[in-house]
C-alpha cells in the first residue's frame, strides 16, 4: 500500500473499441478502483470508531455525573 501522503493517479480514458478493452487498461481501471475502495472503507471505519468513542465518553461523563 502507497503511504499516507501519496496520492493516487486515476486518468480517464476514451470509450472501448467493438473488440474489447485493453487488457492493460482493465488492470489499471480495476487498481484505482480497488485503491478508491479501500479509501472509502477505512473513512467508514475512521467515522464509525470516532462515533462509538464519543457516545462511550459521553456515557462515563453522564456517569460521572449521577456518581458526583
Known amino acids: 500500500m502507497a503511504a499516507k501522503n501519496e ?13 474489447g478493452p485493453d487488457p492493460t487498461v482493465s488492470a489499471r481501471v480495476d487498481e484505482a478502483t480497488l485503491r478508491l475502495a ?12 470516532e ?12 456517569d460521572i455525573k449521577k456518581r458526583g
Open 7 to 19: 496520492r493516487a493517479q486515476i486518468e480517464l480514458f476514451a470509450a472501448a473499441a467493438p473488440e
Open 38 to 49: 479501500r479509501l472509502i472503507g477505512r473513512q467508514m471505519a475512521r467515522e464509525e470508531f
Open 51 to 62: 462515533r462509538r468513542h464519543q457516545r462511550q465518553k459521553t456515557k462515563e461523563g453522564a
